[in-house]
């Protein structure tokens, strides 16, 4: 039976950043993995989507120069851009699995399942390691519906081979709303069913609203307030029924009602290790109850964003404390979180609606579209709303903009740093620029 220092449960981002650390330190290391190396996130979801997209960001800028440029003949081949997902995104695994072997890592293919505290059975062949990390991710989830086995999820929309005409999706969540935006601007006839009358719960609900009307208008038909009661084939569709009688027929159906943390058959109650529907609870140290066990990423039970970078800084974490570097309680910074829509949503920090209810904050708009109109590439819709402290630090942002990714980026440093406006006088910025121009803005309100 072989033994390692440690072995990861799990091949993305929560385990393979910690892996190449360990190993790097001279630990000797395992990664099992029972699907395709490098987890959910390289090969079936964040690259991939953003891929896609790419395309359909150049349509939405043209747009806003609908007066200038002529977009009529403007249009995104489906084929071609699948052809070159395909070229990109498919080489990714076997690239991190030739580095992480490189670099002297085992890579183990197979279902892995805990035995005991210390060893790791992969389908008959057992493994010992001194600590193991459970890095497992997530699942698609799917309700428990007539014909649920007919809907599809977001692995298989990214490897869609040919479009539909029309498409529904149940659930108005970051996936639907993600894939709403690019499908629309196919020429997609494009439905959404919501259980509840609000969408995308945790942004910001003017920018949301917002990003919705933009939508309808651009012929998605949204159906709040409806509870998908069933799916059945229909010859060469499908149709989508919900409680109140709705019916809609459709040629592709994906259910985005969320994720849930593989947690099961892992062996987590060979050792009684806690854990729930929600995830594997742990403590201020990535530790399970059993103390040479930890968890990292999205199968970890928590309230904070399950991303990506909250996955890596949780595997760079627990790399550090195996080796005794940080032996201080895990302290996660301001985490960006954001909606790869078009236009883009994101937010940092403490929100709008948490800034209102106290006396501690002010919330400030900033409607930078609009006062930077050349600069900002004619998307006057863009904004921004931030919250600063009793001090006149920013301590919160949402934004609405085809940038909000980028934008958000550079208030990492401004919040985690807590920078003031006098300090960021301190530094140059290039000009002229759409980031400098909205940095201006941001000392302004901040002074």
């Not at 035995?115 to 799917?142: L, M, P, R, W």
């Not at 009358?197 to 651009?218: A, C, D, R, Y």
């Not at 159906?253 to 947690?263: F, H």
């Not at 530094?427 to 000392?443: E, Q, T, Y």
Request: glycine share 6%; hydrophobic share 40%.
């Amino acid at each position: 039976m072989k033994k390692y220092d440690v072995v990861f449960l799990g091949s993305g981002h929560a385990a393979w950043h910690a892996a190449l650390t360990l190993k790097q330190f001279g630990k000797s290391v395992a990664i099992v993995e029972k699907d395709t190396i490098a987890g959910t996130c390289t090969n079936y979801g964040c690259n991939a989507k953003i891929l896609l997209e790419g395309p359909y960001e150049v349509l939405e800028e043209a747009e806003q120069y609908s007066n200038i440029i002529n977009t009529q003949n403007l249009a995104v081949n489906w084929q071609n851009l699948m052809d070159y997902k395909k070229e990109v995104i498919h080489p990714m695994s076997g690239s991190l699995k030739s580095m992480f072997e490189q670099q002297g890592i085992d890579v183990i293919m197979g279902k892995g399942k805990i035995v005991d505290e210390y060893t790791i059975d992969v389908e008959g062949n057992q493994i010992q390691a001194d600590f193991i990390v459970v890095a497992t991710g997530q699942h698609s989830n799917k309700l428990d519906i007539d014909g649920k086995e007919l809907t599809y999820d977001s692995r298989d929309f990214l490897s869609m081979e040919s479009l539909p005409q029309s498409i529904t999706f149940i659930g108005a969540g970051i996936i639907s709303i993600e894939f709403a935006s690019i499908m629309i601007k196919s020429g997609v006839e494009v439905n959404v069913i919501h259980h509840s009358n609000e969408p995308l719960k945790g942004f910001n609900t003017s920018h949301v609203n917002k990003l919705i009307e933009k939508l309808k208008s651009e012929g998605v038909q949204f159906y709040f307030n409806e509870n998908t009661q069933s799916v059945k084939k229909d010859g060469q569709h499908f149709v989508v029924t919900t409680e109140s009688g709705l019916s809609i027929e459709t040629e592709y159906v994906l259910d985005a009602t969320g994720r849930k943390p593989n947690v099961q058959e892992i062996g987590l109650e060979n050792v009684n290790i806690e854990f729930s529907d929600k995830g594997i609870k742990v403590d201020d140290y990535l530790r399970t109850n059993v103390k040479n066990i930890y968890a990292s990423g999205d199968v970890i039970d928590k309230t904070i964003p399950k991303l990506t970078p909250t996955a890596t800084f949780e595997s760079n974490y627990i790399a550090a404390h195996i080796l005794g570097l940080d032996q201080n309680a895990i302290q996660y910074p301001a985490i960006p979180s954001v909606l790869y829509s078009l236009p883009r949503l994101s937010q940092i920090g403490v929100t709008v609606s948490e800034a209102q209810k106290s006396d501690d904050y002010t919330v400030k708009d900033i409607p930078f579209g609009k006062q930077m109109v050349f600069e900002y590439k004619n998307e006057t819709e863009a904004e921004m709303s931030i919250v600063l402290d009793r001090h006149q630090r920013l301590v919160g942002a949402e934004i609405y903009s085809n940038d909000a990714n980028d934008l958000v980026n550079l208030l990492v440093f401004i919040i985690n740093k807590q920078m003031t406006a006098q300090e960021l006088n301190q530094n140059i910025f290039a000009f002229p620029g759409a980031s400098s121009g909205v940095i201006d803005l941001l000392k302004f309100a901040m002074m």
